[in-house]
C-alpha cells in the first residue's frame, strides 16, 4: 500500500476529490496547510500598507491506495489540480506497512 500527500491549490480541492471517486478511489483525509516552494509567498495590500504573506495557504490531500492503484491516483490527482501556472503544488508517495480500522481491528488491505 502507498500514502500519497498532495499539496493543491484551495479552489482545485472539489475537483481532485470528485476526479478521483469517479476513479473508484474513496476515502480521503483533507487538512488546511501553509508553506511555500519555489514560489517562496506573495505581496498583498491591506488598507494601504504592503506585507508579505510568506507561508501561501493550501490543501493537502491524503489517499492510501493499493500499490496497483498507485499510477491511476497520481495521473488522475495531477490531471484535476493543474492550472499550469506556478504554485500548483506537489504529490509525495511514501510506503506505508500496515493500516488498522479501529472499529474491528481489521488489518492491512482489508480495513482500507
Known amino acids: 500500500m502507498k500514502?500519497?500527500?498532495?499539496?493543491?491549490?484551495?479552489f482545485k480541492l472539489e475537483d481532485v476529490?470528485?476526479?478521483?471517486?469517479?476513479?473508484?478511489?474513496?476515502g480521503m483525509t483533507i487538512t488546511e496547510v501553509r508553506g511555500f516552494g519555489r514560489?517562496?509567498?506573495?505581496?498583498?495590500?491591506?488598507r494601504g500598507t504592503e506585507y508579505t504573506v510568506?507561508?501561501?495557504p493550501k490543501v493537502k490531500v491524503e489517499v492510501v491506495v493499493y500499490d496497483a492503484?498507485?499510477?491511476?491516483?497520481?495521473d488522475t490527482i495531477?490531471?484535476?489540480?493543474?492550472?499550469?501556472?506556478?504554485?500548483?503544488g506537489k504529490?509525495?508517495?511514501s510506503e506505508l506497512t500496515d493500516v488498522v480500522r479501529i472499529?474491528?481491528?481489521e488489518t492491512g488491505g482489508d480495513a482500507l
Request: net charge positive; charged share 25%; aromatic share 6%.
Open 69 to 74: 492503484r498507485l499510477q491511476t491516483a497520481l
Open 17 to 26: 476529490k470528485n476526479a478521483l471517486t469517479e476513479k473508484g478511489i474513496i
Open 103 to 105: 472499529r474491528t481491528g
Open 78 to 88: 495531477v490531471k484535476a489540480a493543474h492550472t499550469g501556472q506556478i504554485g500548483d
Open 91 to 93: 504529490i509525495f508517495v
Open 3 to 10: 500514502k500519497i500527500e498532495a499539496i493543491v491549490r484551495h
Open 39 to 46: 514560489q517562496k509567498g506573495h505581496t498583498e495590500m491591506y
Open 54 to 56: 510568506d507561508f501561501v
